[in-house]
């Protein structure tokens, strides 16, 4: 008969599992003690976590989820153990591709916006895992460069929700073989927990020479070390971190025998054998921060870069804190990322698509310092790709697709990659000194309207922003695609070359698009702004005959390139 009964408990909570509200419950504020033994590599928590119910209805169940590799012990309220059922739910947002979920049964119904205090306890292993790409068709040796997240005794770097769910979340599924669902669920998860607090204790268990760092996304980096003259044997070393708010930080922590040297603001943790990357980001700073600090003000928090055990691990930052090797770093690479950091020290933004899309244009425009305009597009160009094919979709079918509109998104697809092409494009329309000034201008305690940055930039440019805002920002209307309607080569009475031309936008966004008209006597380059689905007509004079027209150098995304040159035709 007991048996009967807990079978029926079992799959009466499957079934109620399967129709429950997994985002129904947004965790607000997080206040956990995370114990590290890297030696076992093992993992423990407890703590409390604040739960507010944001659905539209009241709600008694409630679906707190973890990696599948920790196991839940315990979940109280209000001091009391409360009914909860632990199952697999299959999750790509873990890299086990699966989360341990505890089905919870409240004590009494949370009402809409009100919000339920839980206590939790949590532990197991975070071993290194890259089934969820594997499954997927990812060379395994490809797939452990790049879900590189475990401790171990000799080298622990563990990241948040998305990699690795050491703390609780309340998501649905995500699923990497399906599209963009992975991201969708993550921006969602993201957009609801922008605003929470996590409130941590960090305490690492160990008998040698460790430096532990966690990226803070208001105090920079912190890192804490201790040495094995601490006690004889094994001892506990504990810090406490604060992420307040989320905002886009991944929570991310690391536990290894660096070697530090520190210039501040920067930091640099290295690992023994690397001395030679280290010398090239020491000599790269000054340069770095010479530029980062002209463009974009004095850096506000500490920066660090950290490394890597494996030096093909794939780079991550949390914060000012940027995880890369420096087992042979490039020079070149080494500045590019300390201009990132810089900038995310010097601009804080609760707004994703300012406060990354402004560190990864820095480095667009640090670029373009050393190589030139075509280097700097040619780094930019290595974002396209990234958000390409979701852009297609949605000027395939915008009722069907509704893309991520930049201000509101959380999608590092979009955030990164797209933003970094709105802000140059920006300064192409505005130019250097305008856009400098907004910046310097730029207060996110200001930013409290969708509007403040459009207007910020369009006062310092002198110019009406609002439809590249509406196309760019404010929704995702998709790319443009432009290509020469006609031409009209022509002399004056004095006998000067001049052509009219007419561009067309075939694409469903706007924007302002650089062309060239080679001639037999040199090259001439203007500047035309194109609405979506309309033409625009200019006239240039020319040095001599033209010979054709090449629309766009690549510093404006769009959906098709194969048109973007025009033979002129011999008179």
Request: hydrophobic content about 40%; aromatic content about 10%.
């Amino acid at each position: 008969m007991r048996f009967l009964c807990v079978l029926c408990l079992l799959c009466g909570s499957s079934f109620f599992a399967a129709a429950l509200d997994r985002e129904g419950f947004t965790i607000t504020k997080y206040d956990l003690e995370i114990r590290l033994e890297p030696e076992q590599q093992r993992l423990g928590a407890r703590g409390r976590i604040t739960l507010r119910n944001d659905s539209a209805k009241p709600q008694k169940v409630v679906a707190l989820q973890i990696s599948s590799s920790l196991n839940w012990r315990a979940i109280r309220v209000d001091g009391k153990a409360v009914q909860f059922v632990s199952q697999t739910y299959e999750s790509d947002i873990d890299h086990t591709g699966a989360l341990s979920e505890a089905v919870v049964t409240l004590p009494a119904e949370i009402k809409p916006k009100d919000s339920v205090e839980v206590e939790i306890g949590y532990e197991g292993v975070i071993r290194l895992d890259s089934t969820r790409l594997t499954r997927v068709g990812v060379p395994e040796e490809l797939a452990k460069h790049t879900s590189w997240d475990q401790i171990s005794h000799s080298f622990t770097a563990v990241r948040g929700a998305g990699y690795v769910t050491w703390y609780p979340i309340t998501t649905e599924s995500a699923d990497f073989s399906e599209g963009n669902s992975l991201f969708e669920v993550v921006d969602r998860w993201k957009a609801r927990e922008a605003a929470s607090v996590m409130i941590l204790s960090l305490c690492v268990t160990g008998d040698s020479v460790i430096s532990v760092l966690m990226g803070d996304v208001t105090r920079g980096v912190r890192a804490g070390s201790r040495s094995a003259t601490d006690h004889a044997q094994s001892f506990t070393s504990c810090a406490e971190h604060r992420f307040e708010p989320f905002g886009t930080v991944t929570p991310t922590f690391l536990v290894a025998s660096y070697q530090t040297e520190s210039k501040p603001p920067l930091t640099l943790f290295s690992l023994s054998g690397h001395e030679a990357g280290v010398a090239k980001y020491a000599a790269a700073f000054e340069p770095a921060s010479k530029f980062a600090t002209g463009w974009f003000g004095k850096p506000s928090a500490p920066v660090a870069i950290a490394d890597f055990a494996d030096p093909h691990s794939a780079p991550f930052e949390s914060g000012t804190l940027l995880l890369a090797s420096m087992a042979a770093e490039d020079s070149k690479l080494a500045g590019i990322n300390l201009v990132h950091e810089l900038v995310h020290s010097a601009v804080w933004s609760p707004r994703p698509w300012v406060y990354e899309g402004l560190a990864h244009f820095a480095e667009a425009m640090y670029r373009e310092e050393q190589g030139g305009r075509q280097a700097a597009l040619d780094l930019l160009g290595i974002h396209r790709a990234t958000f390409l094919e979701a852009e297609k979709d949605v000027a395939a079918s915008p009722a069907k697709n509704a893309g991520q509109p930049l201000a509101t998104t959380f999608d590092e697809v979009y955030f990164r990659s797209k933003a970094a092409y709105v802000w140059w494009m920006l300064r192409d329309m505005v130019g250097d000194d305008a856009l400098q000034s907004a910046i310097g201008k730029y207060r996110a305690a200001d930013d409290k309207d969708p509007k403040y940055v459009e207007q910020l930039i369009a006062s310092s440019g002198k110019r009406d922003l609002s439809w590249f805002f509406d196309d760019w920002v404010y929704h995702d209307r998709g790319l443009p695609d432009f290509r020469v309607q006609s031409v009209h080569p022509w002399k004056t009475e004095k006998a000067v070359q001049m052509i009219t031309v007419t561009l067309e936008n075939l694409g469903t966004a706007g924007a302002e698009v650089p062309f060239t008209i080679h001639c037999e006597a040199g090259d001439v380059t203007r500047r035309l702004e194109v609405r979506a689905k309309s033409t625009a007509t200019t006239r240039v004079e020319l040095p001599g005959a033209p010979i054709e027209i090449v629309v766009n150098d690549g510093s404006v995304p769009e959906s098709d390139v194969s048109n973007n040159v025009f033979k002129v035709a011999a008179p």
